[in-house]
């Protein structure tokens, strides 16, 4: 059964800073692996999708990589602002159509 | 793309009762999910539907919990006989193939409250 882990679980840093988001999955089977933003009694949001081929994916401040053989991802923010408070949450796809999701990292970005 | 719609957006309701969710994915997505979230946890996945087909039912989906999709469009989340642990939200996601891959999108949720 695949089990996915997210570290930190809570993060609260200061305006401007760069910093990791961490996932990891223990079965390296998967088809895709999605990042997606939770905002506090909302939906989710999709961030960056990366294929099993692929390495990394960015878009604008988010960059994300994947390594299947190790079973990890990151999620970099650059230059993080207030707005990027949320919860962010890592979800892989294996070779069916079920999204297997961590428990989140919830970050706080203070002004 | 409008988005994935979910109706109602909040429902309490008394132990015992039925509550029916529906979710109308976005157009021309014929891939559906339903998903259930309690607070602090990542979301779980409890079905899928291709088109009208229901292909995948996760273990917890029990007995008192129906999903349709009639008509490969729109889809329905029926929980029948509501018991305090089934407060949670209840997330619909659609998504389509490209080749660009399988991106998920998700709907607002629908909060439900027992008492």
Known sequence: KQEVTQIPAALSVPEGENLVLNCSFTDSAIYNLQWFRQ??????????LIQSSQREQTSGRLNASLD????????????????????YLCAVRDAGNMLTFGGGTRLMVKP | DTGVSQNPRHK?????????????????????YWYRQTLGQGPEFLTYFQNEAQLEKSRLLSDRFS??????????????????????????????????????YFGEGSWLTVV
């Open chain 1, 39 to 48: 905002d506090p009694g909302k939906g989710l949001t999709s961030l960056l």
């Open chain 1, 68 to 87: 299947k053989s190790s079973g990890r991802s990151t999620l970099y923010i650059a230059a993080s602002q207030p707005g990027d408070s949320a919860t």
């Open chain 2, 67 to 104: 999903a349709e999709r009639p008509k490969g469009s729109f889809s329905t989340l029926e929980i029948q006989r509501t018991e305090q642990g089934d407060s949670a939200m209840y997330l619909c996601a659609s998504s389509r193939l490209t080749s660009s891959g399988n991106t998920i």
């Open chain 2, 12 to 32: 309490i309701t008394k132990r015992g009762q039925n509550v029916t969710f529906r979710c109308d994915p976005i157009s021309e997505h014929n891939r559906l």
